[in-house]
């Protein structure tokens, strides 16, 4: 029988720490309207000084662990474009600060498209046979690399990580993952980039000027890219797996912006009510976007087990990618976090109690 990976447990975490548009307002030249309007954002989490990317990937990674209910996992696989240090990978940190021995722990850098490029490297793991479980994390310290001055970046990002857990499996299960679509296209590479801090910069032996050091990103062009990239991943994963595209229960998109996701559910002729969003209050986190996008639905009860779910995602490099799978029946039920093995640390939350707090409906999501 084919072993593929399957989805047993999900999970997520997010600053306590709640910046609004109105906040932001006061200290650049944009507006709330202008922000919601063109984006959908209306808030997003901000990590307070000290917390890092390993901290919220340490705590989603716990509930995603306690979701599957599992204490141990064979490997660990981190994205993320924001990760503790340059040097060493963030990875290696999540597994010791879970508590999970000696295992193979190591970071996937395609920044927006992080989590399906991390999904991919999981289930392959499990299909060598490396490791039995696979902690799959995005996770994003993003503001820490966003300039709070520049109104065409602040408003848009935001922190958090989302986290699952994959186990051996088969095709036939709930919750398997069918099959992934990947791409790259390194000439766009200058649209959304981190000049200074690599060695492109380094070698120069020059002190890279200090706005160099905060993220840029051509937002117009990116959009078009997206759009195109994400709508044919769709289409190539959709035809791997032999999904029509009315067969599709919910497409969980990179939260970039709700124009974004509107359009891609439009072009791939999916109602706009199956396209999952959560950017209103978290923005674009990143890598953490999609994972945390699920969690919080499955939080909700919006999933049904054997539900067909469509993720897809574009990102900085430039990449892209598009994964099938279908709902895994999670007996356990979402993790409600109240465990005491589970204290969140400093000033996180999960993102999916704040969500079932604002009693956010269907028609909003
Ligand atoms: O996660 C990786 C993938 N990233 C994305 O997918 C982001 C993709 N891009 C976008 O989401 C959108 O392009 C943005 C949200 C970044 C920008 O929206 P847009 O509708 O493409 O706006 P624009 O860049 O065409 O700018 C329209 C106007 C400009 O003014 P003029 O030239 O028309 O006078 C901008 O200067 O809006 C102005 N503007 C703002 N105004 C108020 C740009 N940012 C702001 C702002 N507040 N924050």
């Not at 593929?4 to 609004?20: F, H, Q, Y």
């Not at 599992?70 to 240090?85: E, F, I, Q, S």
């Not at 598009?322 to 969140?344: E, M």
Request: contains cysteine.
């Amino acid at each position: 029988m084919t072993r593929v990976a399957v989805l047993a447990g999900t999970g997520s975490a997010v600053p306590a720490r709640v910046v609004t548009n109105e906040q932001l307002a006061g200290r650049m030249d944009t507006s709330d309207d202008w922000i919601r309007s063109r984006t959908g954002i209306a808030e997003r989490r901000m990590v307070e000084p000290g917390t890092a990317t390993s901290d919220l990937a340490v705590a989603a990674g716990r509930r995603a662990l306690r979701s599957a209910g599992l204490h141990r996992v064979g490997a660990v696989v981190v994205a993320t474009a924001t990760p503790d240090y340059q040097c060493p990978a963030t990875g290696p940190i999540v597994a010791a600060g879970l508590g999970l021995g000696e295992i193979p722990a190591f970071d996937v850098g395609a920044v927006c498209s992080g989590f399906l490029y991390a999904l991919a490297t999981g289930s392959g793991l499990i299909a060598s046979g490396v490791a039995e479980q696979v902690l799959v994390v995005g996770a994003e310290a993003f503001t820490t690399i966003i300039d709070p001055t520049d109104r065409n970046t602040a408003p848009l990002f935001g922190d958090g990580a989302g986290a699952v857990v994959l186990r051996a499996g088969d095709p036939e299960e709930p919750g398997a993952l069918l099959g992934l679509n990947l791409g790259s296209d390194g000439l766009l590479a200058d649209l959304i980039m981190v000049p200074a801090g690599g060695s492109r910069q380094r070698s120069h032996g020059n002190v890279a000027a200090p706005e160099d050091h905060y993220f840029t990103m051509r937002g117009r062009e990116v959009f078009k890219h997206a759009v195109r990239r994400m709508e044919e991943s769709s289409r190539t994963v959709l035809e791997q797996v032999g999904w029509q595209l009315a067969e599709v229960d919910w497409l969980v998109a990179h939260q970039a912006n709700i124009r974004i996701l509107h359009a891609v559910a439009d072009q791939l002729r999916l109602p706009r009510e199956r396209a999952v969003a959560n950017l209103d209050r978290y923005g674009n986190t990143s890598a953490a976007s999609i994972p945390l996008a699920l969690d919080e639905a499955a939080g909700r009860g919006l999933f049904t087990p054997g539900d067909r779910i469509l993720l897809t995602a574009f990102g900085a490099g430039a990449t892209w990618g598009a994964a099938a799978l279908t709902w895994p029946d999670l007996s356990n039920g979402p993790d409600l976090g109240n465990g005491p093995a589970l204290s969140n640390g400093p000033g996180l939350s999960s993102a999916w109690e704040l969500a079932a707090a604002a009693m956010v409906g269907p028609a909003q999501l």
